[in-house]
């Protein structure tokens, strides 16, 4: 595999940190740029259907670019054979960060359906309390991490 991973490195630390980059970029114009638009929303009612719909969207987009984060970051960890080298507590503490993301990824999937719901039940203030905590929290959380695992990335890829 070490040979394969050689071979094809550049196109898999593309795919790798191009994946990264969706992911994070995504919740950062979510949060920065989406968010406020949405506030300016008049309705309440029209501004969670929005927020939960562009959060769905989000959700869809970034999921298949996590999967490929994880079997790209595998790969490479095994292809580098970084768990022999100094800097494989780097790898433990990015699949940290990515773990507790997806997890928290997770979480505001569950959230998002759960605000849907009480929205079509018109439970407004509980669907604005679901959606609330995504983009207060969960969200800068995750871009946070984000930001985080990427710079530990950039380090570890330095060093190899």
Known sequence: MAEW????RIEIIFVHVFAAVI???GMISMRFAAHYAFIEITSPADRLEKTAIALGRLFS?????????AATGAILTIGYGIKHTDFHYLTHIK???WSVMFINLAMMMIRRK????????GDHAGAARLLGLIG????PVNIALGIVAILFGVVLRTHL
Not at 5 to 8: D, I, N, T
Not at 61 to 69: A, K, N
């Open 5 to 8: 991973v050689m071979q094809y």
């Open 23 to 25: 992911w994070v970029g």
């Open 61 to 69: 987009m970034v999921l298949p670019f996590v999967l490929l984060l």
């Open 95 to 97: 699949e940290g960060i």
């Open 114 to 121: 759960k605000a849907l719901k009480a929205l079509q039940n």
């Open 136 to 139: 207060k929290y969960m969200v």
